[in-house]
């Protein structure tokens, strides 16, 4: 796994799709914005199987991406996560 974690604006954390995303030029097809905080990474562990994630947060709750890791791990799901400019 892949981490990058980018500097923005702290504010509440959303996901977005990307729609067109070309995986195969490891394209992002999946964004997350903003702070991390409690669940926002592990209670959408199913809708990110099989996509290419990109991360951009200023940082928030470690034990959030501690077990979003954890999870990733469990189920095997490979995530790679590119650093967003």
Same mark, same amino acid.
């Given at each position: 796994?892949?981490?990058?974690?980018?500097?923005?604006e702290?504010?509440?954390?959303?996901?977005?799709?990307i729609p067109?995303?070309?995986?195969? +030029?490891r394209?992002?097809?999946?964004?997350?914005?903003? =702070?991390? !905080?409690?669940?926002? %990474?592990t209670?959408?562990?199913?809708? $990110?199987?099989?996509?290419?994630?990109? +991360?951009?947060?200023?940082?928030?709750?470690?034990?959030? =991406?501690? !077990?979003?890791?954890? %999870?990733?791990?469990?189920?095997?799901v $490979?995530?790679?996560?590119?650093?967003?400019?």
């Amino acid at each position: 796994m892949i981490l990058g974690l980018a500097t923005s604006e702290a504010h509440a954390g959303t996901w977005y799709d990307i729609p067109g995303a070309n995986v195969e +030029l490891r394209e992002c097809n999946k964004k997350f914005e903003g =702070v991390i !905080e409690a669940g926002d %990474l592990t209670n959408n562990i199913e809708s $990110l199987i099989d996509r290419r994630i990109c +991360l951009n947060s200023p940082g928030g709750s470690l034990s959030e =991406v501690t !077990e979003f890791i954890q %999870l990733i791990q469990e189920k095997m799901v $490979l995530v790679l996560v590119a650093m967003m400019q």
